[in-house]
């Protein structure tokens, strides 16, 4: 994690993300910008956040590790969005994993100094309301496009969603687990796509080599 101390593009997302656009009270005192490269640990999975975050750039994952080993992707995350939102009002006590997809630039809230304020400012619940609610309906439509929809068109935007600089390296377990497949199926979509000229394995993972022809498989 790097913090962006430079004046310039401070003011910029200031003034492209109004913080009073989330709070009544003066919380500009306890927030910093800071910007995590693609893998990073955003929150680290079983620790109590110190940060409340609000991800202007970028996208990440969001997953839990089983007692097993085993390990879920649970949903991806895009900007604009909170992360670590859970935590702070203890819907859970500890976090699961966030880790960065591509670069991505966050509003660091240290809540240690100001969680009271945070949680007794009305705007911030009504807007955390919002939030929290089309989170539910977007988890509503992922389940029910995986009921509806064939597996070649929900990997097609699956693998946009998590290639970065257009290499896609999710661990097949991990990927057919969260579109509801088997292992052997999901094998059998990418095989053909690799066949098409759509992909092309790496030892790096699959570079997207038709990323048309993979966008218009996506478009439901």
Do not use: W
């Not at 955003?42 to 202007?56: N, S």
């Amino acid at each position: 994690m790097k913090t962006i101390e430079n004046p310039t593009i401070l003011e910029e997302y200031y003034n492209n993300f109004p913080l009073s656009d989330f709070f009544n009270f003066g919380v500009k005192p306890y927030v910093s910008i800071v910007k995590f490269d693609s893998d990073e640990s955003i929150l680290k999975e079983g620790e109590v956040p110190f940060y409340l975050y609000y991800l202007l750039d970028g996208r990440a994952k969001l997953y839990l590790s089983h007692e097993n080993g085993r390990v879920s992707l649970i949903n991806f995350l895009t900007a604009p969005s909170f992360i670590g939102e859970m935590e702070l009002i203890g819907a859970q006590p500890i976090s699961k994993g966030v880790t960065a997809i591509t670069p991505c630039t966050c509003y660091a809230i240290n809540i240690k100094n100001c969680k009271t304020s945070i949680l007794n400012d009305t705007k911030f619940l009504r807007y955390l309301s919002f939030f929290l609610s089309k989170k539910a309906l977007d988890n509503t439509y992922h389940y029910s496009k995986n009921q509806a929809y064939p597996l070649e068109n929900r990997l097609a935007t699956f693998i946009l969603m998590a290639a970065h600089k257009d290499t896609y390296r999710e661990r097949h377990t991990e990927v057919s687990e969260f579109l509801g497949v088997t292992y052997r199926h999901l094998l059998y979509v990418i095989s053909n796509f690799v066949k098409k000229g759509i992909l092309v394995k790496t030892e790096q993972g699959y570079v997207i080599k038709d990323k048309a022809a993979l966008s218009n498989i996506s478009h439901l």
